[in-house]
Each structure stands twice: as C-alpha cells, then as structure tokens.
C-alpha cells in the first residue's frame, strides 16, 4: 500500500473516532456505508469465470461506545464498500473490567483472487486504525471459490487441504487446535465421504457444508490477526494447496514442502520458520 492511501486511511479513521466521542455527533450514513451493515454475502456474477476469495476477520473493539455505524462509513469513504460486509458472531468473547461486552464484529472481505490481497491491506489498515483487537475466540476463514464456472474441483481440492491440514494448523496458534469450531478431520474420507457422515463438518478445519451454501470450502483452522503480513501468508498458503498442479498424495511437512511450488517461496519459508522455532517450555 503506498504512503499515500495509508495516510488517507489514518485521517479518516481518526477523524470518525474524534467526532464519536462528542455526544450531540449524528453520523448520517451514505447508501454506499448500508451496503457494509447489509448482513448479506457478495456473491460473483453467475456468468464471472473469474475466481473469487472471502476472508472473514473476527474482532472486538476495546471501546464500549463503538458502532458499526463508524467501522461501516470508514470502510466506505476509502472505497471498500463494494469489498466489505459486517457481520455478528456469537462466539466472540471480550469484555472489560466491569464485566462490559466490547463491541465485536466478523468482516467479510470479497473479493476476486487478483484484487483480495491489496484489499485485505486496506481493511487491516482500516481496523488496526480504528483501534481493533483479536484474542483466542477470534477466528479467520477463507473460502475458497469453487463454482463450476472456475472449473475448480471441490474434492480434489478437499483432497489436497486434507493433506496439508497439518500445515494449516502449525502455522496458527497452538490452541487452534483444540477449538471447538475447527476440529482436525478425523479420518482420511474424501470430500464425498465427508458430505454424507453422520457427524457435524460445519466445525471442521475444512467446512464442506459451504458448497452448499455459497460453493465454497472454508477453511477455518487460522487464528484471527490484524497483521496483514500474517493474513498474506495464510491466503497464499491456502491458495497454493487448492492450486497445485497435481493431487496430493502425501501429508505435506517441513521436508517436502518445496515440492508444491504453487506456495510462494516467502510463504514456504514462514511456514518453515513455525517448524523451526522453539516449543515453549510447559510449566
């Protein structure tokens, strides 16, 4: 992001929160900010061949008096309205000191594979600016477009994040792991398999039940962060699995990481960095 659009980003975020704080402030909401607080999901066209990416960011906000009214008119006046929805998640925890519960959001960020990483810039931009948190009940999900007009396959996609699922939670936070709303895959069945069980898969590391909903699959195995250099490296991870050239056929580890090219080379080395660094010592 140039220095630029940074700064633009900086003005208008300090100026909402500024305004926020005086009590007779009236924020009248342009049509463009009511798309952000729609609720609703940006769907490609039918007819766009073009594969799409969502990432959803979950946050909170350590200020009681905050809206979604100034997250929505932010994201608006820097031109990401047509990018950005907000939505509510319930399993996000935060409070103060007196017990409060700060305001929280998931943000929806849509948008084409070739634009989704200069806009999750901004939109990291945007909430580090307006003062935003994560802590260990926030989560960050990627979907991964797989309509028939991107002649992308779900199960051999399936097949290959089933493969890697051992690097998608290393590079997460430890208790990743054990949570609740992205269970490790407990066996080896294909995406079909999986469909057709008796258990939940919503919950899952690799959400299968979003091919019915939006077709899409979902990963859901990442830690939620406002650090974009972080988020980067997550989507190309995820990218580089569902993109291989061929299927995977092996658990891919710190060894043979090399040999799925289709991960960007400073991505191979972030995740080698998470291999390479030193368990903390339990107490």
């Known amino acids: 992001m140039n220095k630029t659009k940074q700064t633009k980003i900086s003005k208008v975020c300090k100026s909402l929160i500024s305004s926020s704080r005086n009590s007779l402030w009236n924020l009248k909401l342009s049509r463009s900010a009511h798309k952000v607080l ?6 490609p066209k039918t007819t766009s061949k073009v594969p799409w990416v969502s990432v959803e960011i979950e946050c909170f906000f350590k200020n009681i008096a905050f809206t979604w009214d100034i997250l929505a008119t932010a ?5 990401l309205s047509d990018f950005v929805r907000l939505h509510e998640d319930g399993s996000i925890e935060a409070y103060n000191h007196k017990g409060e519960c700060y305001p929280s959001a998931e943000v ?3 948008a084409p594979e070739s634009k989704i990483f200069k806009v999750l810039e901004e939109v990291c931009c945007v909430l580090q600016s307006l003062n935003a948190h ?6 960050l999900h990627i979907h991964i477009d797989h309509r028939p007009q991107v002649k992308r396959s779900p199960i051999v996609s399936y097949n290959n994040l089933y493969y890697a699922e051992d690097l998608l939670f290393k590079v997460s936070k430890p208790y990743r792991r054990e ?6 895959i407990c066996s080896d069945n294909v995406f079909e398999s999986l469909r057709d069980s008796c ?9 299968t039940e979003a091919m019915d909903t939006n077709k899409t699959l979902e990963i859901r195995t990442f830690h939620s962060t406002l650090n974009f250099k972080e988020v980067k490296h997550f989507l190309n991870l995820v990218l580089g699995v569902v993109n291989c050239n061929a299927p995977l056929n ?3 580890n710190a060894k043979n990481l090399d040999t799925c090219k289709s991960i960007p080379l400073p991505t191979r080395r972030f995740i080698k960095s998470k291999y390479s660094s030193p368990r903390r010592k339990v107490a």
């Open 250 to 252: 092996n658990r891919l």
């Open 134 to 139: 994560t802590n260990d009940t926030c989560g």
């Open 108 to 110: 929806v960020v849509t």
């Open 179 to 184: 949570c609740e709303f992205c269970e490790p």
């Open 199 to 207: 258990g939940e898969y919503r919950y899952r590391s690799i959400n």
């Open 75 to 79: 994201f608006d006046k820097v031109g």
């Open 38 to 43: 729609r609720g609703d999901y940006i769907v």
